[in-house]
């Protein structure tokens, strides 16, 4: 069993010589904490500093007596420092549990994030599970019809192909015009026709067109899935043009930087604000029927003078008219498949609502990802310094406690 120092409180040395016993108590002490220099030989009566002040004295005042008053407050120093360095293990010992917790929890929230990541990629897959079904329903009831109804459509497009080239062998064509705003294109073909000695009225005129629109103008449904960076201090504005009649969607979400929220505001394509200025961490705005143009969705980070903002900006213009269109299409050509139609449109609503749960569910997880990034980087390095500031303090207080008992010993035995 390990036997402790009666003066400063620590393990006895397993070095031979190192320690001494007294005589009357049999308690063991170090020869440091004692005065008596390593190798110096020993009385066989010797006893320790607090054994010799309980012995009784005669009055000899000849008889040389070593002050114990000095060994016993050192000792009491000793004892002190012993327990401050009790206490400083303790400290590191609750540390180390407190590291242990931390690195638990962040296991817990990695889990967490793997848990979600899952359930996304099963909603992917419910996704294209229904998207799969949708095509093999399409393909094995009506088949046979949509075959019929295709080969209708060409031999109806070949037909209008025959009768504009022989349309064209007395049409006047001009293309390649420059335009200007606010021009009249039906004045400046009259004025050109003119000028090369044509005399054309406008009734003659049969089709005439200005640039064309966006690329995705026709399409039925359009979603755009963004990720900017807003600089500190400057505001940026995206411009989305929407049909006549469509659904217009835009939301956004801030993932990093600052305090974590930013201005939004929406304009419509008159002019008027729709959505006023709201300094928040996300917003959304739906218009179910717009009147068409380029909505304005501008994100502003003038508030924050030094931190830039990333920002997930998600829009949508989804057209539902275009199924009503393609319903009476099919009508004309005596195609009964208005039930058919009734569940593409259903289950098109259904997938444009997964994708935006799908969007909300990916911008929050990017948010909580970055954000417990920047809590684990902020831990790791006030952890760090905070070791080396205790490996400093623990470092310094070694070294005066070995000062303290550091023992000048000019000859190399001495006899007590």
């Not at 012993?82 to 990695?110: P, S, V």
């Not at 949708?134 to 209008?160: C, H, M, R, W």
């Not at 026709?218 to 009649?245: R, S, W």
Request: net charge negative; charged share 25%.
């Amino acid at each position: 069993m390990a036997v402790k120092c009666s003066a400063c409180g620590k393990y006895m040395s397993s070095q031979d010589g190192a320690n001494v016993t007294c005589t009357k108590c049999n308690k063991q002490l170090h020869r440091a904490c004692v005065g008596i220099p390593v190798g110096a030989l020993l009385m066989p009566s010797w006893a320790c500093p607090e054994c010799k002040l309980k012995e009784k004295r005669c009055n000899k005042d000849t008889t040389p007596i070593k002050p114990a008053t000095i060994t016993v407050a050192n000792s009491s120093e000793v004892s002190n420092l012993g327990e401050e360095l009790r206490c400083f293990r303790e400290e590191m010992r609750q540390t180390r549990e407190e590291f242990r917790t931390f690195r638990e929890e962040l296991q817990d929230i990695r889990n967490l994030v793997s848990k979600c990541d899952a359930r996304l990629d099963k909603l992917e897959n419910t996704v294209q599970t229904i998207l799969e079904s949708q095509e093999q329903y399409g393909s094995q009831g009506f088949k046979i019809e949509i075959l019929k109804l295709e080969s209708t459509v060409n031999q109806l497009q070949a037909d209008l192909n025959d009768r504009d080239q022989e349309l064209l062998a007395n049409d006047v064509e001009l293309s390649g015009i420059p335009e200007e705003s606010g021009e009249n294109p039906t004045h400046l073909v009259l004025s050109v026709v003119t000028k090369l000695g044509v005399h054309l009225e406008e009734k003659e005129l049969v089709h005439f067109s200005t640039s064309p629109g966006p690329w995705y103008e026709n399409l039925p449904a359009v979603t755009m899935d963004y990720k900017v960076h807003i600089d500190a201090g400057k505001e940026d504005c995206y411009f989305q043009y929407v049909q006549p009649g469509a659904t217009f969607y835009a939301s956004y979400q801030v993932l990093k930087g600052g305090d974590g929220m930013c201005g939004f505001a929406v304009r419509h394509p008159n002019g008027k604000i729709v959505h006023p200025y709201e300094w928040r961490q996300s917003a959304e705005y739906a218009d179910q029927t717009s009147s068409g143009g380029y909505y304005a969705v501008c994100i502003d980070n003038q508030f924050s003078r030094f931190a830039g903002k990333l920002v997930n900006l998600y829009l949508s213009v989804i057209r539902y008219d275009m199924w009503e269109k393609y319903a009476k299409e099919v009508e004309e050509l005596d195609m009964n498949i208005k039930n058919f139609t009734h569940s593409i449109q259903f289950v098109e609503r259904n997938i444009n609502d997964i994708l935006q749960y799908q969007y909300h569910s990916r911008a929050r997880e990017s948010r909580d990802y970055n954000l417990l990034q920047d809590n684990n980087a902020y831990v790791l390095r006030w952890s760090f310094i905070q070791i080396l500031a205790i490996a400093a303090t623990g470092t310094l207080q070694v070294y005066f406690v070995r000062k303290l008992f550091e023992v000048k010993d000019n000859s190399s035995k001495t006899r007590i």
